[in-house]
């Protein structure tokens, strides 16, 4: 479609705000809709922008590193039009030598690798980190604050002329164009019969206002740990098909523990949690692109990586509102790619 188009953005999480942003600054009418006043997943997340550990620790995206790196490289750009901080100081692993060498290995398949930090290197990016543990830096994967983050974002959208409207969006209306970025909240099931594919993921998180954490981020073993002006986030459990964001203290009691194994000093201190909950499609990528019903364009099911992969969701976006081209990797985020057909006889 040509420029100026009338867009509605449901949601105002990571991909909505981006998606927001970038067509405002294609020249299209943008309007954002949101009711939760930025109580969303993108709030709660740790903002950790992480291609190479994603792609080396989760067995879902292990096969997608290029897609997660390209997502990735688009950040600078994103960050610079709207004053978005990112911190590439790198993430470190963390954890036992049998552990750290089958991290290695799973890097090397990759084709990566990361730099053993020797100890006194190690102590001094992550004080009071757990005198037993050893640790692997790579300098790929970097992170940002969450709430600063979406609160430039939206600043940078309304200047940008995006208009906010505290409500949830029921349609396209007499909008041309109709963007999908609410996650997992099911209001919209009956304008993209696609969201039925999504798989809520309620994941919670601990917050030690009272510790830093040091200057990197860690991936230990079934945590990480993420230092920030408001403390050092522990996190985050994964509980497929749960919907809530209700605090329950028998989860978080492996991210307690293994809060305690990193850094011993959090055995017993006083954290705050919160939770949110993220959608899934069967894959593990997101769904951006055009759905089957006219005029409404999918961004959602980004897991855990929205933050990384926000940019690149919101290309593609624009370019299907603008006719451009959404770039190499839009067929791999095509929520039709879910639909099934027979090749052969046999359902793919």
């Known amino acids: 479609?040509?420029?100026?188009?009338?867009?509605?953005?449901?949601?105002?999480?990571?991909l909505g705000l981006s998606a927001a942003l970038a067509l405002a600054d294609a020249g299209c009418s943008v309007s954002v809709w949101d009711?939760?006043?930025g109580s969303n997943a993108s709030a709660v997340a740790?903002?950790?922008?992480?291609?190479?550990?994603?792609?080396?620790?989760?067995?879902?995206?292990?096969?997608?590193?290029?897609?997660?790196?390209?997502?990735?490289?688009?950040?600078?750009?994103l960050a610079a039009r709207a004053g978005v901080e990112v911190d590439r100081s790198g993430t470190a692993a963390v954890g036992s030598e049998a552990w750290l060498a089958e991290v290695r290995a799973r890097l090397t398949r990759l084709g990566l690798r990361g730099a053993d930090l020797p100890r006194a290197m190690l102590d001094d990016l992550a004080?009071?980190?757990?005198?037993?543990?050893?640790?692997?830096?790579?300098?790929?994967?970097?992170?940002?604050?969450?709430?600063?983050?979406l609160r430039a974002l939206r600043q940078a959208a309304r200047a940008a002329g995006v208009e906010?409207?505290?409500?949830?969006?029921?349609?396209?209306g007499q909008a041309d164009w109709l963007v999908i970025a609410t996650g997992a909240g099911p209001g919209l099931i009956d304008v993209a019969p696609e969201l039925r594919r999504l798989t809520p993921i309620k994941g919670q998180i601990l917050r030690f206002s009272d510790v830093r954490g040091g200057r990197v981020s860690l991936r230990g073993e079934g945590a990480y740990a993420v230092p920030g002006s408001g403390g050092l986030a522990v996190g985050a459990t994964m509980?497929?098909?749960?919907?809530?964001?209700r605090i329950d203290p028998v989860a978080l009691q492996p991210l307690v523990r293994a809060a305690g194994r990193l850094?011993?000093?959090?055995?017993?201190?006083?954290?705050?949690a919160a939770a949110g909950?993220?959608?899934?499609?069967?894959?593990?990528?997101?769904?951006?692109?055009?759905?089957?019903?006219?005029?409404?364009?999918?961004?959602?099911?980004?897991?855990?990586?929205?933050?990384?992969?926000?940019?690149?969701?919101?290309?593609v976006v624009t370019a299907c509102v603008t006719g451009r081209d959404p770039g190499p990797y839009a067929p791999r985020l095509d929520p039709a790619r879910f639909e099934t057909s027979r090749i052969g006889g046999r359902a793919r």
């Open 46 to 77: 740790a903002g950790m922008l992480a291609p190479v550990f994603e792609a080396a620790l989760d067995a879902e995206t292990t096969g997608d590193l290029d897609l997660l790196l390209a997502a990735r490289n688009l950040w600078p750009g």
């Open 277 to 315: 909950v993220r959608a899934a499609t069967p894959d593990g990528l997101p769904m951006a692109g055009p759905s089957a019903a006219p005029g409404i364009i999918l961004a959602v099911g980004a897991r855990r990586n929205g933050w990384l992969l926000a940019p690149l969701v919101a290309q």
């Open 263 to 272: 850094f011993p000093a959090l055995e017993g201190a006083t954290f705050a």
């Open 1 to 14: 479609m040509s420029r100026g188009a009338e867009v509605i953005v449901a949601g105002a999480g990571a």
């Open 127 to 149: 004080p009071g980190i757990a005198p037993d543990l050893q640790a692997l830096l790579v300098r790929e994967d970097w992170r940002l604050e969450p709430g600063p983050a």
């Open 35 to 37: 009711p939760t006043e």
């Open 164 to 172: 906010f409207r505290a409500e949830a969006a029921r349609g396209r």
């Open 239 to 245: 509980e497929p098909g749960l919907d809530d964001a």
